[in-house]
């Protein structure tokens, strides 16, 4: 697949050609080093590091009280915390697709715009990425595009 002309579809394009040029162990290989390494990997893709420095802290507390509100919990023998941003991404998209209910702006300003970017910009720039090179450009497309039509519908009165 190709992708259109704009940001995101060239930088979907670029995920595209990148994922029909490795195999899928060199993708599962190139995770192990991102994300989970010897005693640690390159980057913790959790919003707990990303806004005060450790795992476990606030943010987590925090996006926990709110993911029990909507009804939400971590599904049993699953030890990831929920600050993962694959999981918070995931409740995104669910709270988008109207799977559970919530304010995907409010869920956005608290728990995904403080702190995603510049996990999306470490990615893009991390020793071991290669596969994840575009999807980090993907994810800063995402993060430019959503506080964009955030910021647009709050001047406009109303928020989603």
């Known amino acids: 697949m190709a992708g259109d002309e704009t940001a995101f579809g060239q930088?979907?394009?670029?995920?595209?050609?990148?994922a029909a040029q490795v195999s899928p162990e060199a993708v599962a290989n190139e995770h192990f080093e991102l994300?989970?390494?010897?005693?640690?990997?390159?980057?913790?893709?959790?919003?707990?590091?990303?806004l005060t420095g450790f795992l476990n802290e606030r943010p987590l507390a925090e996006l926990r009280a709110d993911l029990r509100v909507m009804g939400v919990e971590r599904a049993p023998?699953?030890?990831?915390?929920?600050?993962?941003?694959?999981?918070?991404l995931e409740v995104m998209a669910q709270l988008a697709?109207?799977?559970?209910?919530?304010?995907?702006?409010?869920f956005f300003d608290k728990h995904i715009g403080p702190w995603a970017a510049q996990f999306f910009d470490?990615?893009?720039?991390?020793?071991?990425?290669?596969f994840y090179r575009p999807v980090a450009e993907i994810g800063?497309?995402?993060?430019?595009?959503?506080?964009?039509?955030?910021?647009?519908?709050?001047?406009?009165g109303s928020r989603g």
Do not use: C, T, W
Request: hydrophobic share 45%; no cysteine; proline share 4%.
């Open 122 to 130: 470490d990615l893009a720039i991390a020793p071991s990425a290669d």
């Open 35 to 50: 994300f989970v390494g010897v005693g640690r990997g390159e980057l913790l893709p959790y919003a707990s590091f990303y």
């Open 11 to 18: 930088a979907y394009g670029a995920l595209a050609r990148k």
């Open 97 to 106: 697709r109207g799977e559970i209910a919530g304010n995907q702006a409010r």
């Open 140 to 156: 800063r497309q995402f993060m430019d595009i959503e506080a964009r039509a955030f910021a647009l519908a709050s001047a406009s």
């Open 77 to 88: 023998g699953r030890f990831e915390p929920e600050d993962h941003i694959a999981f918070i």
